[in-house]
């Protein structure tokens, strides 16, 4: 078995991290797999994160509409304007509403793959910066234990960052729910380092 250091690092985004974690085992070394033999992989959710820059830029929706309609894929092009109207929803009209150009990528410890964390958008309450990533996938269906994950890698990731400061939160656009750092529990770090020691131990088998 190869050592930590001599495997490649693999890079996962925030979602496509929880969604591995969420999944099977069986499910999870499959998506794995896939992963691992894509080259590069597509953001099939970028022109929903484009569009919603763009509307907290411009104050209203032409450019989003424009961003949204680019897709060629009418599957890709639905999936995306539904998740824009979601968010439109729930922040389209909150004055402190700010786009986030803060991102990290964060390698936790005894891992051997970092994770890309972007934060899409935040907005003030209370004096205080609550930050936002989104989950945008019907499938798997986001947990609250999970919801916590991401809430916890994030906090984990910005640690001394001018980020720091903020809440943390993780939309989940098809469900509708909002998860915080008020969910994280005493079980959160130890799903979370059980997920890293079985998403390590797989990346080297299969490297």
């Not at 953001?43 to 509307?55: C, E, I, L, P, T």
């Not at 999936?79 to 968010?87: G, H």
């Not at 609250?144 to 001394?160: D, E, H, L, N, W």
């Not at 079980?187 to 997920?195: C, I, K, L, N």
Request: some cysteine; aromatic content about 12%; hydrophobic content about 35%.
């Amino acid at each position: 078995m190869l050592a930590l250091s001599e495997v490649s690092m693999e890079q996962f985004s925030l979602a496509s991290f929880i969604k591995i974690c969420l999944m099977d085992t069986g499910s999870r070394i499959s998506e794995l797999r896939k992963k691992l033999e894509s080259q590069g992989g597509y953001d099939y959710y970028n022109s929903f994160s484009r569009s919603v820059v763009a509307y907290i830029e411009d104050g209203n929706r032409d450019r989003a509409n424009e961003i949204l309609a680019e897709p060629r894929n009418d599957h890709e092009r639905s999936k995306n304007t539904r998740c824009f109207e979601a968010f439109v929803a729930k922040f389209g009209t909150t004055r402190s509403l700010a786009a986030v150009a803060e991102k990290k990528s964060w390698q936790p410890p005894n891992a051997n793959f970092s994770i890309n964390i972007s934060p899409l958008f935040e907005i003030e309450k209370a004096g205080t910066r609550q930050v936002f990533a989104t989950w945008a996938l019907q499938k798997p269906e986001l947990s609250q234990k999970y919801g916590a994950v991401a809430c916890y890698i994030m906090r984990q990731a910005f640690s001394g960052h001018s980020l720091a400061n903020a809440g943390f939160y993780f939309y989940d656009l098809t469900g509708g729910k909002i998860y915080s750092e008020r969910q994280i529990s005493n079980s959160t770090s130890r799903m979370f380092a059980s997920d890293i020691r079985w998403l390590s131990y797989e990346l080297t088998e299969m490297l």
